[in-house]
């Protein structure tokens, strides 16, 4: 079972048990465990409300079969998170429509979330956080507390970079958020349909150097399109 569906499962049991004055060996066993798992609820509902999408919140390693030979390295990517997170070393996903980058990088945003020692790590599409980035000029408090923790939070994954509406402020937003995560030395994990030529014809070369240099992990996916059969 993935991370989300346990503790979705779990916590009305936990609740009952919670208030349960009198249990059974059996039930003080069962109460113990399902504690534990309410421990990844912050976790849980902070993966909710950094915007993992709903249909994808079921995304686990165990899942994903697009390529076994990358989901290893994804793995093993997230067992060096500790040593990857004081180097700022990144990860992008690249490839084409429908192979499984989304899939992959929700897969690591639960583990990096709910996994001892765990991390804070937000996820976003490039269009919710180009929205959000926005609505700070529209004098939202809650996006400009935000924007004002997304350059050095633990870990921040952008996905479907590209996918954005291509304008000289977007352009310029997504230099600023990269370039200052590079700075802090804070890993940031994107997806993306472009390639690093691609990302520097849109983004501009210091874009595409931040983003792919001082040893970034690049994966790269194939295949055709999942969502329709392929």
Same mark, same amino acid.
């Given at each position: 079972m993935n991370y989300y569906d346990e503790y979705r499962s779990s916590k009305s049991r936990?609740?009952?048990?919670?208030?349960?004055?009198n249990k059974t060996d059996e039930e003080r066993a069962e109460f113990r465990r399902l504690d534990t798992i309410m421990g990844e609820g912050e976790a849980i509902e902070r993966g909710e409300c950094g915007a993992i999408p709903k249909r994808m919140a079921r995304?686990?390693?165990?899942?994903f079969t697009a390529d076994m030979?990358?989901?290893?390295? +994804?793995?093993y990517y997230i067992e060096q998170k500790k040593q990857n997170l004081e180097e700022g070393r990144n990860l992008v996903i690249q490839g084409p429509v429908g192979v499984g980058k989304t899939h992959l990088a929700v897969a690591i945003t639960w583990r990096l979330l709910?996994?001892?020692?765990?991390?804070? +790590?937000?996820?976003?599409?490039?269009?919710d956080f180009v929205q959000m980035a926005k609505a700070v000029f529209d004098g939202d408090r809650g996006a400009k507390e935000y924007a004002e923790q997304a350059p050095t939070i633990d870990w921040l994954i952008i996905d479907d970079l590209g996918q954005e509406r291509p304008t000289e402020w977007t352009r310029e937003l997504i230099y600023t958020i990269v370039s200052r995560r590079y700075n802090a030395q804070r890993p940031t994990i994107v997806t993306t349909n472009l390639t690093p030529a691609e990302i520097a014809?849109?983004?501009g070369d210091p874009v595409a150097s931040r983003l792919f240099g001082d040893g970034a992990l690049i994966l790269a996916l194939g295949g055709k399109d999942n969502r329709i059969g392929g």
């Open positions: 936990w609740n009952e048990l919670l208030t349960m004055q995304c686990s390693f165990d899942t030979t990358i989901r290893g390295e +994804a793995e709910v996994e001892r020692p765990r991390h804070k +790590a937000d996820f976003w599409s490039i269009v014809d849109r983004y």
